[in-house]
């Protein structure tokens, strides 16, 4: 999550230029629309989108860091 609020910040504070598109890159893929037809109802899901980034990337692996130091 922290991972997320600094890109947000980057996003919006940074000057256009070459670190700011290397901060704020992210790929987000997406799954959908997924149709189910029962007898009873029809349900209709998506589109499904998962945003990754970069400084998402980095905060998992400094948590994971810090979570295998404390146990």
Not at 33 to 48: A, E, N, Q
Not at 57 to 71: C, E, H, K, N, P
């Amino acid at each position: 999550m922290v991972g997320g609020l600094i890109q947000s910040f980057l996003r919006r504070f940074l000057p256009e230029g070459p670190a700011k598109e290397l901060f704020t890159w992210s790929v987000t893929p997406t799954i959908g629309p997924l149709h189910l037809d029962l007898l009873v109802m029809s349900i209709t899901l998506g589109p499904i989108g998962l945003d990754v980034s970069l400084l998402a990337v980095v905060g998992v692996a400094v948590a994971y860091l810090v979570a295998r130091s404390l146990f």
